[in-house]
């Protein structure tokens, strides 16, 4: 068998474990577990404008998820793509107040640009903490996700408040309709073309450059690499760098695009899915397009089973959840049963 099958179909594997465990625990609190599965399906893939809906929720978990992927290839577990989002959000918000009044072939570049700054930026301190203090980068990213939690809350309470909001939620103001590069329920030509370049990107770098083969190889060996004279504290700082950019695109992307404004906790879950779709992926750029368009699926059924079917959003949570599960416990006795037939 292809020793590249055998990832796909443990990954597969893993999966199905993970909805038969769904199963038994909708079973426990009295829901039916084929209707409720049955729910999940039609809602992520046969509800009106599926695709759509897919692709708006997907695209901004792909782009985050390639940076993720870059980080961990390198051996840096980067948790914090969840603050460098909200952070990439906040600088392309803050571009966009500058900036209003000028045409949107400038203002919208602008905007983008001063997210993927703002997210590289936030993964900046972590990983110099790493290189130069030793300091555990998962400590310091996930600390980072709750510090930019809290200056989300305070831009959208203080320097970017709406003035003419209801009060019910902080928020900032509206992005000018011209700039808006999507609708606020889909995606557009233009979001698809920014995952596409991202996508290649992050395939060429990890593939086809000296510095996605030094850090692949930092991640399994650094003292190797070492030895051998590449620069571990380099590759560690653009590792960063790059996955903080990539997860500040994806904020702006959500600002300029289907959300249109900066809100309070918006997208709370969008990083540690994104980190979820690159172990499931594992690691691979290209898989984790297809895994980002089924999570984007599942995220697009969790808005319509309260709606069309009285069942909770939570259910999709335990997908997540059981996925997550999986996937880093690996399984053993699975991954033994299938070491066994892959001879």
Known sequence: MSGRLVPVLQTGAFIVLALVLCSLIFLSVGLSATGTLS??????????????????????????AVGVIISFRAGYFNIGAQGQFYLGAICAAFAAEWLRGSPALVAVPICLLAGMAGGALWALWPALLRVKAGADEVITTMMGNFIAAQFLVHVTSGPLK????SGQQASSRPIDAAWRISESTGSSPIIIAIAALVVVFGWWLVNRTSFGILSGLAGRNPVMVTWQGAKVQRIAISAFLLSGALAGLAGSVELMGPNGRLASGFLPDHGFTAILIALVAGMSVIAATLVALFFGALTSSGLWLPIMTGLPSAAID???????????AKAGALRGLLSWFRR
């Open 39 to 64: 729910a999940i399906i039609d809602g992520a893939f046969f509800r009106p404008n599926a695709l759509n809906h897919i692709l708006r929720w997907g695209l901004p978990l792909l782009i985050t």
């Open 162 to 165: 709406d003035p003419a909001g």
């Open 318 to 328: 335990i997908i997540h959840a059981s996925i997550a599960l999986f996937i880093t």
